[in-house]
């Protein structure tokens, strides 16, 4: 998002004022400082600004706790403190590093695939810098902004981790995070989401030059309101690659490995559906009536996601599982993400359906067929989920079918909507995102494994990564 600063006021080294009229002066004219400058410069609205930092707790809640108890639910008890750990610091690590060099080889003109590091250390932003929203003239501030995406790059590498649960090293997953962030979110995110803002596109010659300034994907039309590709896609094959590279769970086949806490499990789903509020609906960094349509279809689309795959899982193996219910919530959840801002209710309703549906296909009949053990589906719900809603969303954001389209960005009218078109540059989307974190992923892992190494020994699998690696017990 383009952003605009306001004025900087410095303070002096001369004698402090000690009449009380001077001192009430001084600060009046260092409150209006910045509307004297910039006249009719923007003021955010109190109500999306509120409602935005609400969301980014909405997203930390999503993670820590809710991610952490999810995952950690679903492994055996001996590994419960490792996954805990990892998800915890993982997130931790990822916010630093946002602020550090994230935000601004993201979110700033750069070139196609990467922005610059103008902003680093957030150089330049303060409380009085803006970041452009989806309608002209309406901005919210910069901080509030950075940290609502940085708890999105928090949490796509932390969902990474339930790929590979249970053996790798906690060493080898920082120091994967760490390049994976830099080499593959940060290109990613850039590419799909950066763009100068809607007051830059006024006539043929300005949205010549926005679409030039923006990231290769999102110059070409893709469709991503809140993280399909980004965040889903891109985490799901990274995690798909890891597991492959570092193999199987010891006993993985022959021995039982059934999630050691289902009670943890549906906590963890529920505040992961809670936070998700903040995810879709604070994507639209505004709060008001497309808000309220995003939080209207993550709900719906949720809700139908679930009782499709408890229903699907009760037709064939003859009894509904909560490990099933909470899995189909957050399939429901992941497919809805790129298309909450782009569909109508009835497009969530489809779109819910098919990932219920698919989703539990992906994480049985897939998985099994092809052998690969992805400890807590990472690949199966989110990267099978994140390409199925990806591809739906140039489908159902198609007005016909009660979607709103998109808007000609000069007159804030509605366009022309073609489908094919549209699913077609979807399709890109999709591949682009799988090649490049797929590749990324692959050369990252190797290298880590042939300097540190990626897994553990195979004493400290049997014992269980808790004891050894963190030197505690998640029970008595």
Sequence with gaps: MSGQNSLSTGTTRSDPMKSPFLRTAGAL??????????????????????????????????????????????????????VLMQVFMVFCLVTV????????????????????LDKMFL?????????????????????????FQGTFAAITPCLIVGAFAERMKFGAILLFVTFWLALAYLPIAHMVWFWDGPDAYTDAETTATATAHAGYLFALGALDFAGGTVVHINAGIAGLVGCLLIGKRIGYGSSAMAPHNLPLVMIGAS??????????????????????????????????????????????????TMLGGASGAVA????????????????????????????????????????????????????????LGAVLTGVFADPKLGGVGFLDWVTMQVAPYDMAA??????????????????????????????????????TERQGLDTVEHGERAYG
Aim: hydrophobic share 55%.
């Design 97 to 116: 590093l946002w602020f550090v060099f994230g935000y601004s080889v993201a979110f700033t003109t750069g070139n196609a695939f990467f922005g610059s």
């Design 422 to 459: 549209q699913v077609m540059v979807q399709v890109k989307s999709v591949l682009v995102t799988l090649v490049w974190s797929g590749v990324v992923s692959f050369v990252l892992f190797k290298l880590i494994d042939i300097t540190i190494g990626l897994r553990v020994s195979e004493e």
């Design 332 to 387: 429901g959840l992941v497919a809805i993400t790129p298309a909450c801002g782009w569909v109508g209710p009835m497009g969530a309703f489809a779109i819910g359906l098919a990932a219920g549906l698919v989703c539990l296909w992906s994480v049985s009949w897939l998985k099994h067929k092809l052998g690969y053990d992805d400890s807590l589906d990472v690949f199966g719900v989110h990267c099978v989920g994140g390409i």
């Design 29 to 82: 004219l260092l409150a209006l400082a910045p509307a004297l400058a910039f006249g009719d410069a923007p003021v955010p609205d109190k109500g999306d600004t509120s409602w935005m930092m609400t969301s980014t707790v909405l997203v930390i809640l999503m993670t820590i706790p809710g991610l952490a108890l999810f995952y950690g639910g679903m492994v055996r008890s001996k590994n419960v403190l490792s």
């Design 271 to 320: 505040l992961l559906w809670v936070g998700w509020f903040g995810f879709n609906v604070g994507s639209n960094l505004e709060s008001n009536g497309m808000a309220g349509q995003v939080f209207v279809n993550t709900v719906l689309a949720t809700a139908v996601a679930t009782l499709a795959w408890t229903g699907a899982e009760w037709l064939l193996r003859g009894t509904p």
């Design 123 to 147: 150089q330049g932003v303060n409380s009085g810098t803006l970041a452009a929203t989806f309608s002209k003239g309406v901005y919210i501030p910069e901080y509030v902004y950075i940290a």
